[in-house]
C-alpha cells in the first residue's frame, strides 16, 4: 500500500482527529486511493471525526453559501416565521431560537426539561431535497425579492454538491472496509440528506457565566443522528469533541477543511466498528474569550447531514458482524430519523 502523510487536527486527552488531503482519494492512483481510504475509515473508527482538505468543493463556493445565509437570517423575524419547520417526516424549515434542543436524550419530556433549563443559543433553516412530494422546502418568497430568488438556487445547488461528496465519502468508507466502492451508492443516490444553515447570535458574555452552575451551551452536548455529517465552519470556533477521556477537546477552524464526523446511523450500521463521538458548541474557544469586551460576535455554521436512502433497509455492513454477530436488528433509515427528530423538537 502506499505511504501518505496524515496531520493531525486534534491531537489532545487521547483524541486524535486527523487532516486527510482527500484529493489524493479523488484523484490519486489505486495505491494511494487505498491509503486515504484507510486513513478516512481509522479516523471515523477511532475518534468519529476527520478534517478533510482536497475536498473539490471550491472556497467560492462556501463563502457564497455563507453570505447567503447570513442574509436569510437577517431578514426580519416575521418572514423567518412563516417559514417554520413543521414535521419531522419532513424536516424542513425555519426553526427560532428556543425551540430545538439538541441532545443524546430520547424521550420527549426529559429533553422538553433541558430545553427550558438550558436552551440552545441558535436558529436554524432546514432544507432538504428539492421537490419531494408533499414536504416542500420553504423559501423565503416575497414579490419582486430577488436575493429569496437567488439564495434558493445557491442553496438547491449546494445541496446537490454536497451529496456528491456525501457518496465518495461513502466509496472511501467501502474502500477502506474491503467492500466493493460502489457498496453504498444505492444507499445514498436519492440524496435524503438536510442542509442546515445555522446562526448563533451575537451574545454577552455574561449568557455563560450561569449562577447555577450549569453550562450554558450554543449547541447542547449530543450526537448525530444519520450516517456523516459535512460541517462548515466559519473563523469563531466554538465547537468541542468529547475526548475517551470525558473531557471536551476544541476542534478549532482550519481554513479550507470541512469537519467531518460519523452519526448513529453509521455506527449501528457499522455493528459499533465506527464511533458516533458526541460532541456540542460552546463560548469561544480561550483565544476569543480574551476579547476585552463584553459581547461575542454572531457565529455561523453549516451542516450537511447525511443518510441512507429513506426506504432502504439498515443492517451490518458485511465484514463487520461476521465473528461477533450483529448487535442491532434491521430498521428503515427514514423511520428510524424520524423517531430521533420527533424527541428532537
Known sequence: MSAIHIDKAVAKDDLEIPLIDFSLFLSGDTATKQ???????????????IYLKGHGISPTTISNVFSHSAKFFARPQQQKDALAWYS????????????????????????????????????????????????PNMWPSVDGDEEAKTFKEVMVGFHETCKGLHMELMRAIAIGMG?????????????????????????????????????????????????ITLLFQDARGG???????????????????????????????????????????VEPPPQ???????????RYSVAYFCNP???????????????????????KSGDYLVRRLTATY
Do not use: C
Request: net charge negative; glycine share 10%.
Open 288 to 298: 476569543m474569550r480574551e476579547d476585552q469586551s463584553s459581547f461575542y460576535p454572531p
Open 35 to 49: 491509503a486515504t481510504a484507510q486513513a478516512v475509515l481509522e479516523g471515523f473508527q477511532k475518534s468519529g471525526f
Open 179 to 227: 467492500i466493493e466502492e460502489n457498496w453504498f451508492d444505492l444507499y445514498t443516490d436519492v440524496g435524503d440528506n438536510t442542509l442546515r444553515l445555522l446562526h448563533y447570535p451575537g451574545v454577552s458574555k455574561s449568557v455563560f457565566k450561569r449562577e447555577d452552575g450549569q453550562l450554558q451551551v450554543r449547541a447542547g452536548e449530543h450526537s448525530d443522528y444519520g450516517s
Open 88 to 135: 419531522p417526516e419532513a424536516n424542513r424549515g425555519y426553526t427560532a431560537q428556543g425551540r430545538e434542543k439538541v441532545t443524546d436524550l430520547e424521550e420527549i419530556d426529559d429533553v422538553a426539561k433541558l430545553r427550558t433549563s438550558i436552551p440552545d443559543l441558535k436558529e436554524s433553516l432546514e432544507i432538504g431535497r428539492e421537490g419531494e412530494a408533499g414536504m
Open 239 to 281: 465547537l468541542q469533541v468529547r475526548s475517551p477521556r470525558g473531557t471536551f477537546v476544541d476542534a478549532e477552524p482550519i481554513p479550507g477543511t470541512i469537519v467531518i464526523n460519523a452519526g448513529d446511523l453509521l455506527a449501528r450500521w457499522s455493528n459499533d466498528t465506527i464511533k458516533s463521538t458526541k460532541h456540542r458548541v
Open 309 to 331: 436512502n429513506f426506504e432502504r433497509i439498515i443492517e451490518a455492513i458485511p465484514g463487520t458482524y461476521e465473528e461477533s454477530g450483529k448487535k442491532y436488528g434491521a430498521i
